[in-house]
């Protein structure tokens, strides 16, 4: 499995991004996408999960109700929505892979990374 997310930049406080993770392999499908973020010096902290069909999302409570992750399967890309966003969202934002279906996760849970994107919200 291949992950490649982009998407990252600027935006004031109160702004709004979207990031992509575009996934290719040849067993990608059973995988659970996973976005992940780490703020300096901080450890890397769950953000949200979704199923590929779309019918099961998770989100980590600080960004529930902001943030909406969705799939498209015909583009084989997953999104994180990313409204309201204030300066404790500053972070490398990454997209991974995982087969646990827990509705938490940890990096450790994870099989596939793709390299991240920062984003940065100015206050």
């Known amino acids: 499995v291949q992950l490649q997310a982009s998407g990252g930049g600027l935006v004031q406080a109160g702004g709004s991004l979207r990031l992509s993770c575009a996934a290719s392999?040849?067993?990608?499908?059973?995988?659970?996408m996973v976005w992940f973020r780490q703020a300096p010096g901080k450890e890397r902290e769950f953000v949200a999960a979704?199923?590929?069909?779309?019918?099961?999302?998770d989100y980590a409570d600080s960004v529930k109700g902001r943030f909406t992750i969705s799939s498209d399967n015909a583009k084989n890309t997953v999104y994180l929505q990313m409204n309201n966003l204030k300066p404790e969202d500053t972070a490398v934002y990454y997209c991974?892979?995982?087969?646990?279906?827990?509705?938490?996760?940890?990096?450790?849970?994870?099989?596939?990374w793709g390299q991240g994107t920062l984003v940065t919200v100015s206050s």
């Open positions: 991974a892979s995982t087969k646990r279906w827990t509705a938490d996760l940890s990096p450790d849970d994870c099989d596939y």
């Open positions: 392999g040849r067993t990608f499908r059973s995988y659970r």
């Open positions: 979704i199923i590929w069909s779309g019918s099961r999302a």
